[in-house]
Nanobody, 127 residues
Framework: VQLQASGGGLAQPGGSLRLSCTAS????????IGWYRQAPGKARDWVSI????????HLAEDVQGRFTSSANNARNTVYLQMNSLKTEDTAVYYC?????????????????????WGRGTQVTVSS
C-alpha cells in the first residue's frame, strides 16, 4: 500500500485544518491508520489510531477534544480533523498503515504496528 498525506498548511491559533491520508495499491494488510507528527528538534509522536473495520479511534491525550478521525471508504481516505489548533500543534504530520486483523493492543500498534508510511505534510499554527 502507498499512503499520501495532504491538507497541511498555515492556520491561526484556534483555527482548523483537515488532513487526508489516501491509500493506493494493495490494502489487504492495512487494518488501522495512524497519524503521527514530528516537530522540529523533537521525537515523532503519535496522534491517533483509526481502525478501518469499525472506525474506532484512539487519540493522544494532548489532542483529545480537539482532533477527530474519520474515513471515506469509497475514496480510500482517512481524515484527521484538527480543531482549536495551538502553536504547539506545529509539526510535520505523517500517516501510516498497518495492524494485524482485529488486534487492538494500542501500545503495540503505536510503537511497532505501522508498517507503511507516507510522506508528511507540514502544519504550521501561527498568528
Amino acid at each position: 500500500v502507498q499512503l499520501q498525506a495532504s491538507g497541511g498548511g498555515l492556520a491561526q491559533p484556534g483555527g482548523s485544518l483537515r488532513l487526508s491520508c489516501t491509500a493506493s495499491g494493495s490494502k489487504l494488510d492495512v487494518y488501522a491508520i495512524g497519524w503521527y507528527r514530528q516537530a522540529p528538534g523533537k521525537a515523532r509522536d503519535w496522534v491517533s489510531i483509526f481502525f478501518l473495520s469499525d472506525g474506532e479511534t484512539h487519540l493522544a491525550e494532548d489532542v483529545q477534544g480537539r482532533f477527530t478521525s474519520s474515513a471515506n471508504n469509497a475514496r480510500n481516505t482517512v481524515y484527521l480533523q484538527m480543531n482549536s489548533l495551538k502553536t504547539e500543534d506545529t509539526a510535520v504530520y505523517y500517516c501510516a498503515g498497518g495492524g494485524v486483523g482485529d488486534y487492538r493492543d494500542l501500545q503495540w500498534l503505536v510503537d511497532s504496528g505501522m508498517t507503511s508510511w507516507g510522506r508528511g505534510t507540514q502544519v504550521t499554527v501561527s498568528s
